[in-house]
């Protein structure tokens, strides 16, 4: 079977391993190219896990490949395209959070900025047919004019992560008018889900719980967050990448270049949040049944860079492809607290 060539980079991350187990399991008409430098942002013993999964699944035979490689270091990246010839690429690949972002700006800077530049110019020169990449909800910056829209000012970011993602969205805005790169930028609401990030809160929240600790929750609990559970997340990345839909909306565009929100469209309130988080991680065993929630919950100020809601209008995925959507906080935590104390239980032995 003559196989299509799938690019995606940050392979070895939370959202990467899923879209990649996705395609190699729904798709065998697809081969995967995983690209990733592991660094150690986090416990890179986690991102070895989930390379695992990938490698375990007997569709990943013949059809998976993982080169380890920077995305700022340009002649990879171009020996990566020479060699396998993507068809669509998808750039998950980025140094994330918003806080480190505010340490250490240039390592978003290098992965982030020079990254992305370098896997543009590689698409343009081996004529990718479709980029798909990761923005983030962050480009909305402090702004209350909720739900977010596409349209809406995103020149005002609050944190340097927020400023690489729109440099990205201007970056290949450019590429696309320019060289007629069809391209689709992402912006992620909170992303969350088993195999998830450790620095975000709902995985955070519980290692720290289960440490004996108590949580601080910012804004005194107030913010309220639009969460989109990873399934939902990576079935909008197959429909985008596999349903022939982009062609006929880029065919018809003069630049062939679109944005999307992708989130639940109902937010959530933190002291909700961490209820339902800490009963589902009760009901696995990860905390004891007689945990008592507001005693190890420390209600503290507003954090730097923090935005006090998000809500995406996901409606432009809904209107051009057909997706919505549905896990909703309550689920999708659950399935989240089924992993994790499986996962923990399996790391204490
Ligand atoms: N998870 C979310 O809620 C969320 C929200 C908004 C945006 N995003 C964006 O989505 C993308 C994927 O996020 P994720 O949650 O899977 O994050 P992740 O950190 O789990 O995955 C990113 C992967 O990229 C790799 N990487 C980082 N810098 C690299 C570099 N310079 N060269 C090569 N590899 C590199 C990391 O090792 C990691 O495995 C990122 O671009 C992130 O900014 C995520």
């Not at 543009?120 to 702004?143: I, K, M, P, Q, T």
Request: proline share 5%.
């Amino acid at each position: 079977m003559q196989t299509k060539k799938i690019l995606v980079t940050g392979a070895a991350g939370f959202i990467g391993s899923w879209l990649t187990m996705r395609l190699l399991k729904d798709h065998p008409e697809i081969s995967v190219v995983g690209y990733d430098n592991l660094n150690p942002y986090y416990p890179v013993s986690l991102k070895e896990y989930r390379l695992d999964m990938i490698g375990a699944l007997p569709e990943s035979e013949g059809r998976w490949t993982f080169v380890s490689g920077e995305l700022e270091d340009r002649e990879k990246v171009r020996a990566v395209f020479d060699e396998h010839r993507p068809e669509l690429v998808v750039n998950l690949a980025a140094q994330a959070g918003v806080r480190r972002s505010l340490r250490e700006p240039e390592v978003y800077l290098a992965s982030n900025v020079i990254g992305f530049f370098n896997i543009l110019e590689s698409c343009r020169e081996y004529h990718v047919g479709h980029l798909v990449f990761a923005s983030s909800s962050s480009v909305y910056g402090d702004s209350r004019d909720v739900p977010f829209e596409p349209e809406q000012d995103t020149d005002h970011p609050v944190s340097f992560y927020a400023a690489t993602k729109k440099t990205n969205e201007v970056m290949g805005y450019a590429y696309s008018k320019c060289f007629g790169l069809p391209m689709t930028a992402l912006r992620f609401f909170s992303v969350y889900g088993p195999a998830g990030r450790p620095d975000m809160a709902y995985y955070h929240f519980s290692e720290t719980w289960m440490s004996g600790k108590n949580i601080s929750l910012f804004d005194e609990g107030r913010c309220k967050r639009d969460f989109t559970y990873i399934d939902d997340v990576v079935s909008a990345l197959e429909q985008i990448l596999l349903s022939g839909k982009s062609k006929e909306l880029f065919d018809a565009m003069e630049t062939p270049y679109r944005v999307y929100n992708i989130g639940n469209e109902n937010p959530v309130l933190m002291t909700d949040f961490v209820r339902i988080l800490s009963d589902s991680l009760i009901r696995y065993g990860a905390l004891p049944t007689d945990f008592s929630l507001w005693d190890r919950v420390d209600l503290v100020g507003k954090q730097a860079g923090d935005p006090e809601i998000t809500c995406a209008d996901s409606s432009g995925l809904l209107n051009d492809y057909g997706i919505k959507p549905s896990v909703n906080i309550e689920d999708g935590l659950d399935r989240f607290a089924r992993w994790f104390a499986q996962y923990k239980n399996g790391a204490k032995k």
